[in-house]
């Protein structure tokens, strides 16, 4: 059974950073590509960033550009996402998501399915 499980979560302050981890178990992906989304209470679920499983292919919604980097675990089937500089508005539940090939960043920036999702962990930061 495929599972994907975030952790990293937490309460930070403004400026502060975290980075999440999300480890596919369960099945070894050949090729892949792999989502962090978020979702704020009372909001919809949107996009923050992308990777192919080859580590040479990212994208980052424009709220997070140049603040959070998405990168590829030496195992390949992690991926961490770092958060820096983070703002009161980076609070949310985020998740991520994998789809077995490879897939475009529109897919994934307009609401395409997913494979598999994780259960999201909690970020929090504080003013």
């Known amino acids: 059974q495929v599972q994907l499980v975030e952790s990293g979560g937490g309460l930070v302050q403004a400026g502060g950073s975290l980075r999440l981890s999300c480890a596919i178990t369960?099945?070894?992906?050949?090729?892949?590509?792999m989502g962090w989304f978020r979702q704020s209470p009372g909001k919809e679920r949107e996009f923050v960033a992308y990777?192919?499983?080859?580590?040479?292919?990212?994208d980052y919604a424009d709220s997070v550009n140049g603040r959070f980097t998405i990168s590829r675990g030496n195992t390949q089937n992690t991926v961490f996402l770092q958060m820096n500089t983070l703002k009161p508005e980076d609070t949310a539940v985020y998740y991520c998501?994998?789809?077995?090939?490879?897939?475009?960043?529109?897919?994934?920036?307009?609401?395409?399915?997913?494979?598999?999702w994780g259960k999201g962990t909690l970020v929090t930061v504080s003013s």
């Open positions: 990777i192919r499983s080859s580590g040479t292919t990212t």
């Open positions: 369960g099945r070894t992906f050949g090729v892949y590509t």
């Open positions: 998501a994998v789809k077995a090939s490879y897939f475009s960043t529109d897919y994934f920036r307009t609401g395409g399915a997913m494979d598999y």
